[in-house]
């Protein structure tokens, strides 16, 4: 099983950047894929998630109306299209899927992230540096 991202780099801010995931190595029908980013010396935090359908989309308030997450479920591969990028959103991007919360719940333990259950796989992680 393999997340692969791709498309990180360094931009002013004002650019746009898209990322790319590509998911190989199982079923992924019941899955959600999300991006998560790491900041230097920050943890780790929510960006946006896709249910394997596309139907179902989540956005964290810091990037809801700048970024877009999408599927092309016959390239097995999630985008996360990033405008109007900021300083702040220098990070490392992670991709990471997890069974869907359209799918599994537990009464007795909250889901990792908006849409994901929990995380099972994760990526290795795409640079993404915005300069001023």
């Known amino acids: 099983v393999q997340l692969a991202e791709s498309g990180g780099g360094l931009v002013q801010a004002g650019d746009s950047l898209r990322l790319s995931c590509v998911a190989s190595?199982?079923?992924?029908?019941?899955?959600?894929v999300g991006w998560s980013r790491q900041a230097p010396g920050g943890e780790r935090e929510f960006v946006a998630s896709i249910s394997w359908n596309g139907a179902t989309v989540h956005y964290a308030d810091y990037v809801q109306g700048r970024f877009n997450i999408s599927i092309d479920n016959s390239k097995n591969t999630v985008y996360l299209q990033m405008s109007g990028l900021r300083p702040e959103d220098t990070a490392v991007y992670y991709c990471a899927a997890g069974p869907s919360t359209e799918d599994y719940s537990d009464a007795d333990e909250e889901p990792a992230a908006p849409g994901i259950f929990e995380y099972d796989f994760w990526g290795q992680g795409t640079q993404v540096t915005v300069s001023s």
């Open positions: 190595g199982r079923r992924w029908d019941t899955y959600a």
